[in-house]
C-alpha cells in the first residue's frame, strides 16, 4: 500500500505563487518517477511537470519558465513551487508517484488533489 498526502494548495492573485507538496509513504522499495497533473473543470487532466530517476525533468509549454518541479528523495516527496501564476492554471492539481513496492510489484498512485484558484 503506497500512500500520498498532498498540501499547499489555494488561491492567489494572478502573478502570485504557490508552492505544492506531496508526500508518498508506505511499502516503497523504490520511486522511479513523480509529478503532477492537473484539471480544470470540464477539461481533460493533463501533465504539468515530471521528475524521473535518470530522465530529468518534463514540463507542458504553457508552464515552462514558471513553475518547478523538484523532489526531496529522503522524504519521498515531491514539490511544485508555481510563479507568475496565471487564471487559466487554476485547476485541481494531482501528484502521481511511480516506482516499486517491497515485495518488487511495480504501483502508480494517485493524490487526493488540491485546488488551485487563480484571481483577483
Known amino acids: 500500500q503506497v500512500q500520498l498526502v498532498e498540501s499547499g494548495g489555494g488561491l492567489v492573485q494572478p502573478g502570485g505563487s504557490l508552492r505544492l507538496s506531496c508526500a508518498a509513504s508506505g511499502t516503497i522499495e523504490r520511486i522511479n518517477a513523480m509529478g503532477w497533473y492537473r484539471q480544470a473543470p470540464g477539461k481533460q487532466r493533463e501533465l504539468v511537470a515530471t521528475?524521473?530517476?535518470?530522465?530529468?525533468?518534463n514540463y507542458v509549454n504553457s508552464v515552462k519558465g514558471r513553475f518547478t518541479i523538484s523532489t526531496d528523495n529522503a522524504k519521498n516527496t515531491v514539490y511544485l513551487q508555481m510563479n507568475s501564476l496565471k487564471p487559466e492554471d487554476a485547476a485541481v492539481y494531482y501528484c502521481?508517484?511511480?516506482?516499486?513496492?517491497?515485495?518488487?510489484?511495480?504501483?502508480?498512485?494517485w493524490g487526493q488533489g488540491t485546488q488551485v484558484t487563480v484571481s483577483s
Open positions: 502521481n508517484v511511480q516506482g516499486t513496492t517491497t515485495w518488487g510489484s511495480r504501483f502508480t498512485s
Open positions: 521528475i524521473a530517476t535518470g530522465r530529468g525533468t
